[in-house]
């Protein structure tokens, strides 16, 4: 067994604290990382306090790692020993049902691995641990190459904010000529922003706080509609597609009306309660859809056009002591736009 230091929650009442576990043995497939940089994620926070109803402790969070190659398995090919390897959301999968067949391995049929609070598929005795932690072992399958133009904690956010915008906007064919909103300035808010801008849409941020407004233009956003405002939100009309990154309890018929004949609302954000929508969808053929994170080969797509085009997450770095404080502050949304964990801080405790 590997051993490893971490932050952890023990129970859904109390702080994170120090923690010290065993990984699974590393098999021939694996590679085993020195983990450098964890990105904090508002479902980090959902998991460690169980509002979601299912979590399993005591439990490691954090599934945006970021690390550097310390062993490689004999049958593992196209990884070394030092290269940057990212690991997000999800660790394993069936491979076999249609959605894996597809690169879809975040909709398996059979349930996917996550990164923390799975079985690991690899030996059921163990529940997978995140990455607020010294080291990880994972199939070199689902292990991401990271661009070397890239700065590796501003890539960290990537592997969950980033994919999770991604994902739509390029199912959705975003680009030049249409009239995209993204509802909500954080994590993924900032990253559904950059991505839209690169890919030529017109921009408009919904957002409760006009204090945003400055932020939301340098991420790329024309327009600002804040959200309170009944009249602004009246006005705001003919959207092709609205991302709504929230992952509190909010209401989305606003949106709904806000889209054009045909627009789509797609919600990406992970609230702790149902969201509610009365407007008819029948009289305009709007959709209403969602989206979870992406497959590992979107990914790897993902990152390699971040790679051509320099485009990272805005972070704040953060020591592992400072992490109880950081799941408050995201909680308010203090924080631009997501926090990031130097693993050096965890690696020097005694």
Known sequence: MIKS????????????????????????????????????????????????????????????MIGRVSNVGSDVSGFKIGDLVGVGCIIDS???????????????????????????????????????????????????????????????????????????LRRWNIGPGMKVGVVGLGGLGHMALKFAHAFGAELTLFTTSESKAADAKKLGASHIVVSSD??????????????????????????????????TLCLVGLPDQQLAFKSSLVLSNKVISGSMIGGIQETQEMLDYCGKHNITADVELI????????????????????????????????
């Open 230 to 263: 009944r009249e602004a939100m009246k006005a705001a009309r003919g959207f092709d597609f609205i991302l709504d990154t929230v992952s509190a309890v909010h209401d989305i018929n606003p949106y709904l009306s806000a889209l054009k004949r045909n627009g």
């Open 5 to 64: 230091q971490a932050y952890a929650a023990s129970a859904a009442d109390l702080p994170l604290a120090p923690f010290e576990f065993e990984r699974r043995e590393a098999d021939s497939r694996d590679l085993v990382l020195e983990l450098l940089y964890c990105g904090v994620c508002h479902s980090d926070i959902h998991y460690a306090r169980n509002e979601w109803g299912y979590s399993r402790f005591p439990i490691v969070p954090g599934h945006e």
């Open 94 to 168: 069936c491979r076999h049902c249609e959605p894996c067949q597809d690169g879809e391995e975040h909709y398996c049929q059979k349930g996917v691995t996550m990164s923390y609070g799975s079985k690991e598929r690899k030996d059921g005795s163990v529940i997978s641990q995140g990455g607020y932690s010294t080291n990880y072992v994972i199939d070199a399958d689902f292990a991401l190459r990271i661009p070397d133009s890239l700065d590796p904690k501003g890539v960290a956010p990537l592997l969950c904010a980033g994919i999770t915008t991604w994902s739509p």
């Open 319 to 350: 020591s592992i002591d400072d992490i109880n404080d950081a799941f408050e502050r995201v909680v308010k949304g203090d924080v631009k736009y997501r926090f990031v964990i130097d693993l050096a801080t965890l690696k020097n405790q005694k």
